[in-house]
């Protein structure tokens, strides 16, 4: 089974920490980079319990509340765990709901993407999306 479990960095610089029960289920931490809050958040989700074609789907989501702050809003991530080339990446699409008053509604819901690797941003090179091929030799 492939293994999600452990610390994750994504592009912005967000960490996120997930421990794996052996059913599927997700329990860890968020913090985030960027947004209206600062510290831990807690999440819980759930994973595929067997991957398929090399990967794993997985879905988590988070409340920004804990006992400092409440932004009155969630965010839930659905993605895939799979390689690129050699490397783990998390690669995940999410929406993030914010409470607003009634006429802003239209306003409540953000959707973006997040990708997830195993080191902070600092530390990345480019992932390699295509494997070189050996020039072919000349015919005739
Ligand atoms: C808020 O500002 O309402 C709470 C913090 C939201 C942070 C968002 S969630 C999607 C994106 N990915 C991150 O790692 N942080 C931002």
Redesign the pocket.
Known sequence: MKNLAGTWY?E???R?ELVIKPDGHIEGH?Y??????SGEFHLSGQADVHSRHNSRSFGFV?A?TNSMVN???V?V?SGLYHHVGEEEVLSTT?L?T?ETATAEQWTST?I?T?TFRRTPPEQWTPLQTWKSEPMPSPVG
């Not at 985030?32 to 809050?37: L, M, P």
Request: proline share 0%; aromatic share 16%.
């Open positions: 994504n912005l610089g967000s996120v968020y985030t980079a960027v947004g209206g809050s988070v920004w932004e009155h809003s965010t991530w999410w993030l914010r953000m973006g997040n």
